[in-house]
T-cell receptor
Framework: DGGITQSPKYLFRKEGQNVTLSCEQNLNHDAMYWYRQDPGQGLRLIYY???????QKGDIAEGYSVSREKKESFPLTVTSAQKNPTAFYLCASTPRGLYGYTFGSGTRLTVV | QQQVKQSPQSLIVQKGGIPIINCAYE??????FPWYQQFPGKGPALLIAIRPDVSEKKEGRFTISFNKSAKQFSLHIMDSQPGDSATYFCAASIAGTALIFGKGTTLSVSS
């Protein structure tokens, strides 16, 4: 079945550590997105990529980095520079130029 | 200009009631307005979407009403059921760019 796979589902990180969240899709979608969800804050855009080897910052990119070396994969690294990384992270994809997002099931990151 | 304002933050209705969730926007360049449904611990799923050249769209028990002049759109859930209890997000985008989401409405349908 086609879809988006985010892993791991739960992730714990010590303060000062970098951590990478995985997002893989087999939908042959061109565009991929990372959102952060906090209670009462909705979904806020971190980074997005319309094509391989190209990506743009969203509204809250500080403390995060991404890469897009393959069409299927869009990993997100939460760096130690991110002051408040505990959140639910969602990856999404869509065919380029079209509108409907498909979301993954999310990764819940907790800083301990 | 880029915000989408959603209300109410939470909503409780009885089974069979018609919850209504409202969203407002400022940027008249927005041309796509979807609603997403999210259950706890899951990613959001597309429920229904509308373009600004249409004033209403219905899919099953879910209806979007769109008022272009007021820059508002709303979601109505007919004959609501306990299984509709979830968080609902409105969103907007321009020409296939990244979606901008409202802050969400938590709906509880009591039996």
């Amino acid at each position: 079945d086609g879809g988006i796979t985010q892993s791991p589902k739960y992730l714990f990180r010590k303060e000062g550590q970098n951590v990478t969240l995985s997002c893989e899709q087999n939908l042959n979608h061109d565009a991929m997105y990372w959102y952060r969800q906090d209670p009462g804050q909705g979904l806020r855009l971190i980074y997005y990529s319309q094509i391989v080897n190209d990506f743009q910052k969203g509204d809250i990119a500080e403390g995060y980095s991404v890469s897009r070396e393959k069409k299927e994969s869009f990993p997100l690294t939460v760096t130690s520079a991110q002051k408040n990384p505990t959140a639910f992270y969602l990856c999404a994809s869509t065919p380029r130029g079209l509108y409907g997002y498909t979301f993954g099931s999310g990764t819940r990151l907790t800083v301990v | 200009q880029q915000q989408v304002k959603q209300s109410p933050q939470s909503l409780i209705v009885q089974k069979g009631g018609i919850p209504i969730i409202n969203c407002a926007y400022e940027n008249t360049a927005f041309d796509y307005f979807p609603w997403y449904q999210q259950f706890p611990g899951k990613g959001p799923a597309l429920l229904i979407a509308i373009r600004p050249d249409v004033s209403e769209k219905k899919e099953g028990r879910f209806t979007i009403s769109f008022n272009k002049s007021a820059k508002q759109f709303s979601l109505h859930i007919m004959d609501s059921q306990p299984g509709d209890s979830a968080t609902y997000f409105c969103a907007a985008s321009i020409a296939g760019t990244a979606l901008i989401f409202g802050k969400g409405t938590t709906l509880s349908v009591s039996s």
